[in-house]
């Protein structure tokens, strides 16, 4: 095998042992089978492929300093799969399997869970595809359920460290009663050149506003988006974004602290009242902002002065880290211990 540099991982694909598959035909599921083969067949009439009837998740597994791996809220990300499913019809997998599935299929790449000093993690990829041969616009009858992993660096650069934001307004990355708040492929086949943009122009990247109105923060193409001031945790409520399961859990961590935390429309403008603000997610972790500009109005909303995360940030990460890592008392149950 060749030796993998932990340490100097992105956030990209590696080829692992194997990845768990799952097929659902005659209207049932069928039994999981283990994999080596990193392409999958398919009929070319395939809704997921003209019709974009797919849906993925992402989660983490982590190797901590007991020894043990750790996974976490796989639950969460079987629910949201389930609310995703609903939206787009496709068949929902049962919690337990889905649970069952990752379990296996770290345990079977143990060998590519990075250690916990380089600060990289195991990234699980579930993706679910309908399958079948359909040219009118209709749902899948058989689906292909799979879940593949692959070791991790950081997802925007430097990793626990500020980064720039750019709101762009002349693209929408979901509807308001759109696909946003399901984890399919089209929302983010709408947010490429909009990210691609904001790279270009320097930013980590690039802040949606509400379609409907231009006027409230919605999240970025990767991540959700808090804010805080005045001893407040506050995250947009918006009907086009993902409910990160990442900000659910800071959410839970800033009431525990005892902030208030409070979810409703942010207009663009109250950006310039926050102390620290950040991105948030699976991948993202937290990743605090430096500064959202909005190239439009001229205006840069600054949270970082001396380009340092803020305290607060520093904290709910260090907490949420280290309740991943087992180091910290996980008094939600949010981690399961899937290698002893
Ligand atoms: N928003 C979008 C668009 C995402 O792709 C993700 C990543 O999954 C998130 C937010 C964060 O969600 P979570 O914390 O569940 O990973
Ligand atoms: C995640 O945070 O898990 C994501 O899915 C973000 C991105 C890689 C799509």
Redesign the pocket.
């Known amino acids: 095998m060749q030796e993998i540099d932990w340490k100097n991982l992105s956030?990209g694909y590696m080829k692992t042992d194997y990845n768990v598959r799952l097929y659902y035909r005659d209207g049932k599921w069928g039994e999981i089978e283990i994999c080596s083969e990193e392409t999958i067949p398919m009929h070319m009439a395939a809704t997921c492929l003209h019709y974009g009837q797919e849906a993925?998740?992402?989660?983490?597994a982590y190797r901590c300093p007991d020894g043990k791996v750790r996974v976490f809220r796989m639950d969460e990300n079987a629910k949201r799969l389930q609310g995703t499913c609903r939206g787009i019809l496709m068949p929902e997998l049962p919690v337990e399997k889905f649970e069952e599935m990752v379990t296996k299929v770290v345990r079977l790449n143990e060998r590519f869970i990075p250690p916990y000093e380089s600060g990289a993690t195991l990234?699980i990829?579930p993706l679910l595809v309908g399958t079948s041969a359909q040219v009118g616009v209709h749902p899948s009858k058989e689906y292909l359920f799979l879940i593949f992993v692959t070791p991790v660096g950081p997802?925007f650069k430097g990793g626990f460290s500020t980064n720039p934001y750019v709101i762009v307004r002349e693209y929408d990355r979901s509807a308001p009663l759109g696909t946003g708040v399901y984890?399919v492929g089209g929302n983010?086949a709408a947010s490429l050149k909009a990210n691609d943009i904001a790279h270009q122009k320097g930013y980590a990247c690039e802040f949606y506003l509400d379609a409907k109105e231009k006027k409230y923060m919605d999240e970025c193409?990767?991540?959700n988006f808090f804010g805080i001031k005045n001893n407040t945790y506050v995250t947009p409520k918006s009907t086009s974004i993902l409910p990160?399961i990442?900000n659910k859990s800071l959410m839970q961590l800033a009431e525990d602290y005892g902030m208030k935390v409070e979810r409703r429309q942010i207009p663009e403008e109250e950006l310039a009242t926050f102390e620290e603000a950040g991105a948030c997610?699976?991948?993202?972790v937290i990743s605090p902002i430096s500064y959202i500009d909005d190239l439009d109005t001229g205006q840069r909303y600054t949270f970082s002065k001396d380009g340092k995360p803020g305290p607060m940030s520093t904290k709910l990460y260090n907490h949420l880290r280290n309740i991943q890592y087992g180091i910290e008392e996980d008094k939600h149950g949010w981690t399961t211990v899937v290698i002893e």
Do not use: H
């Open positions: 956030f993925f998740e992402g989660l983490k990234y990829r997802y984890k983010y193409g990767a991540a990160s990442t997610g699976t991948a993202a």
